[in-house]
T-cell receptor
Framework: KNEVEQSPQNLTAQEGEFITINCSYSVGISALHWLQQHPGGGIVSLFMLSSGKKKHGRLIATINIQEKHSSLHITASHPRDSAVYICAVSSYGGATNKLIFGTGTLLAVQP | GAVVSQHPSRVICKSGTSVKIECRSLDFQATTMFWYRQFPKQSLMLMATSNEGSKATYEQGVEKDKFLINHASLTLSTLTVTSAHPEDSSFYIC??????????FGPGTRLLVL
């Protein structure tokens, strides 16, 4: 079993839909990261959070430390949101901020 | 925001040759840099962690003599794939931190070994 699991693996949505991607982890963490990887390969860090909720534009990330679960929400989705979304955690006791990655969620938003 | 660059973005080489990939932090001092490899439709795999001025720490299963990492300054780390073979063909990504937990990722280098 992976230490970081994401669901769904693949997601197709219509433009304008509300999207949720889930992430569960089994290790103690100091922070959880949501990353976005576009088809060209470049990775952008969307959020880093250790508690509660963060919002940036149409993106919202929440984390429940007790349940070891995080969600990434996209409101009013747009085709340009199409990408792979990756959940990663910085593990307690890990050296030098090493990240443990989920397998990613491939999102396709159709016009 | 913090910017990390990689060079080259794409490289094709013959089997047996060595390839050097550069990772630079453009507007901050990177105390730690990470090198990842990503195969198609798979997640990132950490290869090694490097701190400026010290030897890199390699993950289990990564050959340090094949993947040479140098982090000679606070803004530059290099990964050299020595005697490359077709199975080394992959997408290589670096990231850097300036001391905090946020990692800033480079755009990646796509390596194809013929």
């Amino acid at each position: 079993k992976n230490e970081v699991e994401q669901s769904p693996q693949n997601l197709t949505a219509q433009e304008g839909e509300f999207i949720t991607i889930n992430c569960s982890y089994s290790v103690g963490i100091s922070a959880l990261h949501w990353l976005q990887q576009h088809p060209g390969g470049g990775i952008v860090s969307l959020f880093m959070l250790s508690s509660g909720k963060k919002k940036h534009g149409r993106l919202i990330a929440t984390i429940n430390i007790q349940e070891k679960h995080s969600s990434l929400h996209i409101t009013a989705s747009h085709p340009r949101d199409s990408a792979v979304y990756i959940c990663a955690v910085s593990s307690y006791g890990g050296a030098t901020n090493k990240l443990i990655f989920g397998t990613g969620t491939l999102l396709a938003v159709q016009p | 925001g913090a910017v990390v660059s990689q060079h080259p973005s794409r490289v094709i080489c013959k089997s047996g040759t060595s390839v050097k990939i550069e990772c630079r932090s453009l507007d901050f001092q990177a105390t730690t840099m990470f090198w990842y490899r990503q195969f198609p439709k798979q997640s990132l795999m950490l290869m090694a962690t490097s701190n400026e001025g010290s030897k890199a720490t390699y993950e289990q299963g990564v050959e340090k003599d094949k993947f040479l990492i140098n982090h000679a300054s606070l803004t530059l780390s290099t990964l050299t794939v020595t005697s490359a073979h077709p199975e080394d063909s992959s997408f290589y990504i670096c990231s850097a931190t300036g001391g905090g937990e946020t990692q800033y990722f480079g755009p990646g280098t796509r390596l194809l070994v013929l």
